[in-house]
């Protein structure tokens, strides 16, 4: 992504920024590296271990300043296929009725995607699995980086910000109000292609999976909640979780057959 902010017509400041947070990610890489120099063992693994966690962030903000304007024929071509494969659920959840809790569960799943990949890698510790730590991340970063590095080539508005109303708080509805507060703070307040969310959460989840059944189940079915709550409720189009589940799964079978 620091090439592509050194190729790419951005403003400067921009492209200073992109600079600063890929050399802050890729010092903090190197000193994990060193780490085992300074500290003991087991803490130089953990540090290992747990960095990337704060990288996704690092990398989604880092491509947060590549992004400048929507592609329109790309976006409106991802509205088109909405509206033509969800009908009235493309509108979002301000014009469809819905049942209130089938609408709170979905709030709440996709609430949980933030948490989600730090509570996997922290089910592998639990389950005496943190040898695969590595595999883990082998799983989890090619997909979720690849969704962050066409945010600039494939760029678009994710489809809650086409329409005001889906955006607005809902009384007596603490899921979707911290869902927005998240976004409107923390968003880049653009769409990753695939979505990044989905992809993370269905790798991780199959890591779980292949290492212990009932925990992999368990994470599973949060993450496939999450993949139909991000287009149900307009945080991303049907075809960003469609494919980011179809990235992740194959990325999956390459990696660890």
């Known amino acids: 992504?620091?090439?592509?902010?050194?190729?790419?017509?951005?403003?400067?400041?921009?492209?200073i920024r992109s600079w600063a947070i890929g050399a802050a990610g890729?010092?903090?890489?190197?000193?994990?590296?060193?780490?085992?120099?300074?500290?003991?063992?087991?803490?130089?693994?953990?540090?290992?271990?747990?960095?990337?966690?704060?990288?996704?962030?690092?990398?989604?903000?880092q491509a947060g300043q590549l992004f400048t304007k929507p592609w329109?024929?790309?976006?409106?071509?991802?509205?088109?296929?909405?509206?033509?494969?969800?009908?009235?659920?493309?509108?979002?959840?301000?014009?469809?009725?819905?049942?209130?809790?089938?609408s709170g569960y979905f709030e709440v799943a996709y609430a949980v995607c933030y948490p989600?990949?730090?509570?996997?890698?922290?089910?592998?510790?639990?389950?005496?699995?943190?040898?695969?730590?590595?595999?883990f991340w082998t799983v989890v970063l090619p997909?979720?980086?690849?969704?962050y590095a066409l945010v600039p080539i494939l760029p678009a508005l994710p489809p809650r910000l086409l329409h005001a109303e889906p955006n607005l708080p809902v009384r007596g509805c603490g899921a979707r109000n911290l869902n927005l507060w998240v976004l409107r703070h923390w968003s880049i307040q653009a769409n990753t292609f695939p979505s990044a969310h989905v992809a993370a959460c269905v790798a991780a989840s199959?890591?779980?999976?292949?290492?212990?059944?009932?925990?992999?189940?368990?994470?599973?079915?949060?993450?496939?909640?999450?993949?139909?709550a991000v287009v149900v409720l307009r945080y991303h189009y049907l075809l960003d979780s469609l494919l980011g589940t179809i990235l992740s799964l194959v990325l999956f079978l390459l990696l660890t057959g």
């Open 1 to 15: 992504m620091a090439v592509l902010a050194w190729v790419l017509p951005l403003p400067y400041d921009r492209r």
């Open 26 to 61: 890729s010092a903090a890489c190197v000193l994990a590296a060193l780490s085992g120099n300074v500290l003991p063992n087991q803490a130089s693994i953990a540090l290992r271990d747990w960095l990337p966690v704060p990288l996704l962030l690092v990398a989604y903000h």
């Open 72 to 102: 329109h024929r790309f976006q409106s071509m991802l509205w088109r296929l909405d509206q033509r494969m969800l009908g009235r659920l493309a509108a979002g959840p301000g014009k469809v009725k819905w049942n209130p809790f089938l």
């Open 116 to 135: 989600l990949i730090p509570a996997a890698l922290g089910a592998l510790y639990l389950l005496h699995l943190g040898a695969h730590a590595g595999e």
């Open 143 to 147: 997909p979720t980086y690849l969704c």
């Open 206 to 228: 199959l890591v779980l999976l292949r290492w212990n059944l009932p925990a992999g189940i368990c994470f599973l079915w949060i993450a496939l909640s999450i993949a139909a």
